[in-house]
């Protein structure tokens, strides 16, 4: 056993609970008021005091000390176990960004060692080495402050590491901020939609991309629909459940699961347009003619209106890929036909861009907040408008009349004929005005 003295090699008096060891080294031991012995140590006898005030502050305030083997990790898992009340594709989530981005390196990290600059220094090789994006970035800090804020609440730690460090990565990292999801533009919308439209090989998705474009219906809420769910007769659609996809890592492997609306405001009812209608009666008559049925049932859930060829129920992955290659044959017919400029290719974009999009368009229209909000089943409005807005069904019926002038106002207001108008907004008349409209092609 090392030898301890009551004074360093210098003749320094020690403190009570204060050893200096033959090898140099200072210890601090300590009891406790559960009874547990614990020790600190360091080469300076002045860091070992700093460190000696820091563990008085902590006893003072009843900051437990965190075995010294309690990593990240081991915290994520008791907190994983012991989270309640979040959705099931949420949970998914968060153990897919903990496994694959947060556990390989700091998760190994010691709880009771961790710095604010160790968080720092983390996000920032997540950016640079891993080269992740911010909205990525933006999960990872949502889980971890998460599993750290746990520490916190049961007394090992005195504040939460994670705190201010994503909002200073963010103002130093300017440049590398994640773009606002760009809806497209009204021609970029119409280019896709008649591209989709008049090219054979893509035209069976046209209804789905152009119900998506026109609702505003988040993609599990899209391809959960059945058609028991649409009431063409009075033109609305009841949003009552969403598909999920589950990509688990276990023995489950993946599968689709219906779930409840992503919140209390998911539950509501969507009006259509008469071309919307005609889409959907597109997709039927595209179906009957094909001999192609919803042959699925997920969760007693059956009669799906999106299926494949095969008859099995649409879900986000295929729908994005199908996008890749629709928007890389456009670009490329774009690019053979010397149209290379800017505005007449399209952006690479997913499903949740065309919500983005339909919300846009929206806006644009003059409709309301409270309408906008309603349509798209945000549960989170300024709270004058719920008080003094009521959205009744009349309410709906006139602010989707609005959209729909708008959107035919838009597609004549290129045209030199100002005078030209419409009766209806069925799906032929949209078709047939995309058409006298070169300029958007």
């Not at 090898?23 to 020790?39: L, M, P, S």
């Not at 909205?135 to 939460?160: C, E, F, M, P």
Request: charged letters at 30%; hydrophobic letters at 35%; a positive charge.
């Amino acid at each position: 056993m090392a030898n301890k003295r009551r004074f360093d090699k210098r003749h320094y008096a020690l403190q009570k609970g204060e050893v200096y060891r033959s090898d140099g080294i200072y210890v601090y031991r300590w009891t406790d008021a559960f009874g547990k012995r614990h020790a600190i140590s360091s080469t300076d006898l002045d860091e070992l005091r700093v460190k000696e005030q820091k563990v008085a502050l902590n006893r003072l305030e009843g900051i437990k000390e965190a075995p010294a083997t309690l990593t990240v990790e081991s915290l994520y898992e008791t907190w994983k176990n012991l989270k309640r009340g979040i959705k099931a594709s949420t949970a998914s989530g968060y153990v897919f960004v903990f496994d694959s981005l947060i556990r390989p390196s700091f998760g190994k990290k010691r709880v009771a060692q961790l710095k604010r600059t160790d968080v720092r220094a983390f996000y920032i090789s997540l950016l640079e080495e891993r080269g992740i994006s911010m909205g990525t970035l933006d999960s990872v800090h949502n889980v971890l402050q998460q599993v750290l804020q746990y520490a916190v609440d049961d007394d090992i730690l005195r504040k939460n590491p994670c705190d201010r460090v994503l909002k200073e990565i963010k103002v130093s990292y300017t440049s590398m901020k994640s773009a606002k999801k760009q809806a497209l533009t009204m021609k970029q919308e119409i280019n896709f939609l008649q591209y989709l439209y008049e090219n054979e090989r893509y035209k069976h998705w046209f209804p789905t991309f152009f119900i998506m474009a026109n609702t505003g219906l988040r993609v599990g809420e899209l391809t959960g629909l059945r058609w028991q769910d649409v009431d063409l007769e009075n033109g609305t659609i009841d949003v009552n459940h969403t598909l999920y996809y589950f990509n688990h890592r276990d023995e489950k492997g993946s599968y689709l699961s219906i779930t409840t609306p992503k919140t209390e405001n998911g539950y509501r009812k969507v009006a259509l347009t008469k071309a919307v209608k005609d889409a959907f009666l597109m997709e039927k008559a595209y179906q009957e003619l094909a001999g192609i049925k919803s042959i699925d049932e997920i969760d007693g859930y059956d009669g799906f209106i999106f299926i494949n060829r095969f008859g099995h129920v649409q879900h986000q992955g295929t729908l994005n890929k199908a996008l890749r290659r629709i928007i890389r044959d456009f670009n490329i017919e774009a690019v053979e036909a010397g149209k290379t400029d800017p505005d007449n290719m399209l952006p690479h974009f997913s499903c949740h861009i065309l919500r983005h999009t339909f919300a846009t368009r929206l806006m644009e229209s003059g409709v309301s907040l409270k309408y906008l909000s309603g349509t798209l089943g945000h549960s989170e409005i300024q709270t004058t408008m719920d008080i003094y807005v009521s959205k009744t069904d009349e309410f709906s019926q006139r602010e989707n009349k609005t959209f729909e002038d708008y959107m035919k106002t838009s597609f004549l207001g290129s045209t030199d004929n100002k005078s030209e108008t419409m009766n209806t907004s069925s799906l032929a008349e949209w078709i047939k005005i995309s058409k006298e409209n070169p300029e958007y092609i």
